[in-house]
């Protein structure tokens, strides 16, 4: 047997139904399509995901405000109270803050925020701190060291200014 001598076995090929041919063939006048309307036109389609049947889509009825800054950072937020559980000779970092549980997404940088008290002198190392963070720290006698400082502190420590 040759490549040549191969054929289907009798009843699996079916001819091709021929629509629109005439009322005599079975499938004419409206040729399944239906009544008048956009589906019965020929070259028929939906042009696009929110297509309304030509009525004003409500995608381009709403408004489009606002803008979505790429380069925004998310700090993870840890108030001055949180830090009264640590002794005050320990020196306290995201570390010791993950590692504590009061940091719950290590991959974020840390933010002292100035809710609640200070008493006593503590070693706070962190990304960022509030302006009154830091003042409520250093009035206890502790020392806050910013890890990572950005330009603002940089040029802040060249000018001599301590004010973020």
Known sequence: MHLGQLRPPR???????????????????YA????????????KKQPYVGFEGGQWPLIRKLARRGFTNPFRVEYEEVKIGDLERFSGDAEINPELLVASGVVKRPQRPVKVLSTGTVSRPLTVRAHRFTAAARQKIEAAGGTVIELN???????????GSTDE
């Open 32 to 43: 399944g399509k239906g009544l008048k309307g956009q589906q019965a036109r020929s070259g």
């Open 149 to 159: 400082p950005g330009k603002r502190a940089a040029e802040a420590a060249a000018t």
């Open 11 to 29: 009843g699996a090929k079916h001819p091709k139904k021929r629509i629109g041919r005439g009322n005599a063939s079975g499938q004419g006048t």
